[in-house]
């Protein structure tokens, strides 16, 4: 008898909020300013909407626990797939290493301690080991992790978002809109508003292929797949932008970053005024849910780069320790891995701030470098979905990207440019001797990253 499934529509629309709604990436738009409006609407339209529609089609026309992997295949074979595999891969360890670190100073933050280095140590092995726990069960398995982090991220972000107007109702914004140019885009290569922030804002779209990942846990992915992403998006889009709102309005576009979280909701709740023990009880709650979501992020994200990882070294574009599944049918090993290897970045990374040298701000690094990395990996599925149009056009296509032959490529083509653009901004910044001086880390990382890519994709038979 066929085990009934257990992931239905409404799991499927959660999961989706969940994997495209992260808390943290919503923070370092505040320095945007009242620019980020016009970069919000612009990017949700030439970016969101194609790519939500295109991972719609493709994940209902070749619906597979692959995803990106197998679509890229089929459109340029194995090297360019490992290509994806690797960068898909390797953005989630660093992501892990990134949160655990976070997850570490937000609990400083909350009581008020500065940690000894080994019990950060501690405290990151065990974020990094239960999310790896869990990254072996089955998406219908820890469905409620899912939906309990979907829950909390929207009372989070929405509360925060609420704030940020009783804030403007009492006080008046911190970074008022004076004229219609207050909402134009700064176009230069400012680091700190200008068109290096393209890829922020990207970034918080990414996660739409994921969803078609759960084909496998789905009892009509088909029709199930398509309104999931779109009602998701919308949902998505409209928490990103509420909280988004409310750190211009009290920030009064300054950055800010995970780490800075507990001092964030002590600011904007005490500017509505809370006070004292309501003031406490506010912050240790909403700092606790934050934790929370950073375990549901890697749980909901965990099952689509695992079946990646793990479909790719079965098809010999990933190393062999990739392979295997448990009894459940998960890509456990793959899961083990991500473990290994988040920990090891994160050892070292405490390791040598304690004793090395000042290396204060491993979150940025961790973050930027997943940024990164994530970021290439998709480069090649805009091209695929074209590529699959022209060479596979009788495949039944249950959900189609509306348009004709002139719409479809500019359906594409546009968001790969803007990811592309995005790519370039995050990792060269402003072009300036002085910035890349001081993020020879990075360059380091990125360069080291290609560098075994392209080892992997060496070694790939054809």
């Given at each position: 008898m066929e085990k009934k499934k257990k992931f239905k529509l409404f799991d499927a629309i959660l999961a989706t909020v969940c994997i495209t709604l992260v808390v943290e990436s919503t923070m370092p738009t505040a320095a945007i300013g009242n620019s980020q409006?016009?970069?919000?609407?612009?990017?949700?339209?030439?970016?969101?909407?194609?790519?939500?529609?295109?991972?719609?089609?493709?994940?209902?026309?070749?619906?597979?626990?692959?995803?990106?992997?197998?679509?890229?295949?089929?459109?340029?074979?194995?090297?360019?797939?490992g290509r994806v595999a690797w960068n898909y891969w390797i953005n989630f360890p660093l992501w892990i290493a990134s949160l655990a670190t976070a997850v570490t100073t937000v609990i400083a933050g909350l009581f008020e301690v500065e940690l000894a280095w080994w019990v950060v140590i501690l405290i990151q092995l065990a974020y990094i080991w239960l999310t790896t726990f869990l990254?072996?069960?089955r998406v219908g398995e820890s469905k409620y992790i899912v939906n309990l982090g979907t829950f909390f991220k929207v009372l989070v972000l929405g509360t925060l978002g609420i704030l940020g107007f009783?804030?403007?109702?009492?006080?008046?914004?911190?970074?008022?809109?004076?004229?219609?140019?207050?909402?134009?885009?700064?176009?230069?290569?400012?680091?700190?508003?200008?068109l290096p922030f393209i890829s922020i804002i990207i970034f918080n779209f990414l996660g739409f292929e994921v969803v078609g990942s759960f084909v496998g846990d789905m009892d009509n992915p088909k029709k199930d797949i398509p309104k999931a992403l779109i009602i998701g998006g919308i949902i998505m889009a409209i928490f990103y932008i509420l909280p988004a709102t409310a750190f211009n309005i009290v920030l009064g576009g300054s950055s800010v970053d995970p780490e800075d979280m507990v001092q964030v909701f002590q600011g904007i709740f005490g500017a509505v005024g809370l006070s004292g023990t309501a003031l406490k009880v506010a912050v240790y709650a909403f700092g606790f849910m934050l934790i929370y979501t950073f375990i549901a992020n890697i749980s909901s994200w965990s099952f689509g780069v695992d079946e990646v990882a793990k479909y790719a070294a079965d098809d010999g574009s990933m190393p062999k320790a990739f392979k295997g599944t448990n009894k459940e049918g998960v890509a456990s090993n793959a899961s083990i891995m991500n473990g290994i290897v988040a920990s090891i970045i994160s050892v070292a990374?405490?390791?040598?701030?304690?004793?090395?040298?000042?290396?204060?701000?491993?979150?940025?690094?961790?973050?930027?470098?997943?940024?990164?990395?994530?970021?290439l990996g998709y480069t090649p599925m805009f091209l695929a979905f074209l590529k699959l149009r022209k060479t596979d056009p009788n495949t039944e296509r249950p959900y189609r990207v509306p348009g004709?032959?002139?719409?479809?490529?500019?359906?594409?083509?546009v968001p790969f440019v803007f990811l592309?653009?995005?790519?370039?901004?995050?990792?060269?910044?402003?072009?300036?001797?002085?910035?890349?001086?001081?993020?020879?880390?990075?360059?380091?990382?990125?360069?080291?990253?290609?560098?075994?890519?392209?080892?992997l994709v060496f070694r790939i038979k054809k």
């Amino acid at each position: 008898m066929e085990k009934k499934k257990k992931f239905k529509l409404f799991d499927a629309i959660l999961a989706t909020v969940c994997i495209t709604l992260v808390v943290e990436s919503t923070m370092p738009t505040a320095a945007i300013g009242n620019s980020q409006y016009f970069w919000w609407l612009l990017l949700l339209i030439a970016f969101c909407l194609p790519y939500g529609m295109i991972s719609a089609e493709l994940s209902t026309a070749y619906p597979s626990e692959a995803g990106m992997y197998d679509w890229v295949k089929r459109a340029f074979g194995k090297k360019w797939a490992g290509r994806v595999a690797w960068n898909y891969w390797i953005n989630f360890p660093l992501w892990i290493a990134s949160l655990a670190t976070a997850v570490t100073t937000v609990i400083a933050g909350l009581f008020e301690v500065e940690l000894a280095w080994w019990v950060v140590i501690l405290i990151q092995l065990a974020y990094i080991w239960l999310t790896t726990f869990l990254g072996t069960k089955r998406v219908g398995e820890s469905k409620y992790i899912v939906n309990l982090g979907t829950f909390f991220k929207v009372l989070v972000l929405g509360t925060l978002g609420i704030l940020g107007f009783v804030y403007l109702a009492k006080n008046g914004s911190e970074n008022p809109i004076t004229s219609f140019s207050d909402l134009l885009p700064d176009l230069s290569l400012n680091i700190d508003s200008g068109l290096p922030f393209i890829s922020i804002i990207i970034f918080n779209f990414l996660g739409f292929e994921v969803v078609g990942s759960f084909v496998g846990d789905m009892d009509n992915p088909k029709k199930d797949i398509p309104k999931a992403l779109i009602i998701g998006g919308i949902i998505m889009a409209i928490f990103y932008i509420l909280p988004a709102t409310a750190f211009n309005i009290v920030l009064g576009g300054s950055s800010v970053d995970p780490e800075d979280m507990v001092q964030v909701f002590q600011g904007i709740f005490g500017a509505v005024g809370l006070s004292g023990t309501a003031l406490k009880v506010a912050v240790y709650a909403f700092g606790f849910m934050l934790i929370y979501t950073f375990i549901a992020n890697i749980s909901s994200w965990s099952f689509g780069v695992d079946e990646v990882a793990k479909y790719a070294a079965d098809d010999g574009s990933m190393p062999k320790a990739f392979k295997g599944t448990n009894k459940e049918g998960v890509a456990s090993n793959a899961s083990i891995m991500n473990g290994i290897v988040a920990s090891i970045i994160s050892v070292a990374g405490v390791v040598v701030a304690e004793f090395f040298t000042d290396f204060s701000d491993a979150f940025s690094l961790f973050f930027c470098l997943s940024w990164i990395t994530l970021l290439l990996g998709y480069t090649p599925m805009f091209l695929a979905f074209l590529k699959l149009r022209k060479t596979d056009p009788n495949t039944e296509r249950p959900y189609r990207v509306p348009g004709g032959k002139v719409a479809e490529k500019v359906l594409a083509i546009v968001p790969f440019v803007f990811l592309v653009l995005g790519i370039i901004f995050t990792i060269f910044g402003d072009f300036s001797v002085e910035y890349l001086q001081d993020n020879i880390p990075l360059l380091v990382g990125v360069g080291l990253s290609l560098l075994i890519q392209e080892i992997l994709v060496f070694r790939i038979k054809k």
